[in-house]
């Protein structure tokens, strides 16, 4: 054994793999992709006081759904996603992304098909893909086998960053975005009680991550927000706790809509209530903290922009009901 080839890793390949990404017509794709780094002039983007936020993430297990279905297409959308909406919360603008692959073997076919998601998952959160790193491990992946990781950066204005805990107490309200259902979290748990057989519940266990791009930036822009939180794994109470003072809690209404996915996954397995808001997002991508005299403002907004925006819950003293 002489060659790199021979040894499992073929340079040719990845070289192919890169020029079909800089083909790719896309606003999202950045000229530069190719080199060793991207380039961002940040007096461009039109910043009076710009603070630099990063945010790293991965699909999770949802990537062996895609897999199971053969249908890889959308999973880039979920890693773009998993990565800018916690950037979102944090009243941030996604400005650029950048995607890891690893895998035992460069499948083109395959590869070309994640990448044409993670590319539109770009153009939906309006940033670009400055680059990423295609590894090809054959003595750490099996030939069919795979990961992705994603990588983003954006910047806030000083006086948007959330989340502004000193202005927050007891009353303040919860309002919600709807998710497009199970987004990139739970999926080890709805693997296993979803039996394989039931294509109609995997199919919906493969719907995106919806991106809150348009939605947060009109609501941080009304400088009404306090605070937000990007419901992924943890549940409701465990991402929206992260960002209130210690001494509060959230107290949910959970009245607004569930997709029926959660229902399907909650009888299939005799998962407790307890545990299924402890997992999953339960038909909420996004959590919004308010003022109660700010929630009409916030909602006509919404309104405005065309989306929904749910009265959820309160903030109440930690020990009192939830």
Known sequence: MKTYREAGVDIDRGDRFVDFIKSIRSRAVDAGIGGFSAALPVSSLGFREPVLMTTTDGTGTKLLVARKLGKLDTIGIDLVAMNVNDLLVC?????????????????????????????????????????????????????????????????????????????????????????????????????????????????????????????????????????????????????????IPEALVPGFTFDWPVPPIFGRIQSAGGVSDQEMRAVFNLGLGITVVAHPQDAARLQETAAREGFELLHVGALVPAGGSR
């Open 91 to 243: 009243g941030a603008r996604p400005v650029v992304f950048l995607d890891y692959i690893a895998c035992g073997k460069i499948d083109e076919t395959r590869l070309h098909d994640v990448m044409r998601g993670i590319v539109r998952g770009c153009e939906l959160a309006g940033c670009s893909l400055g680059g990423g790193e295609t590894a090809e491990m054959p003595d750490v992946y099996g030939a069919e086998d795979f990961d992705l990781a994603g990588f983003a950066v954006g910047f806030a204005e000083k006086d948007q960053v959330l989340p502004r805990k000193a202005e927050i107490g007891p009353g303040d309200l919860v309002l919600g975005i709807p998710s497009s259902g199970i987004h990139s979290n739970g999926l080890s748990l709805a693997r296993k009680v979803i039996p394989e057989s039931d294509t109609d519940a995997w199919s919906q266990m493969l719907i995106p991550t919806r991106i809150y791009s348009r939605e947060m930036r009109a609501l941080v822009d009304t400088g009404r927000v306090l605070a937000a939180a990007h419901i992924t794994g943890g549940g409701l109470f465990g991402n929206l706790q992260r960002v």
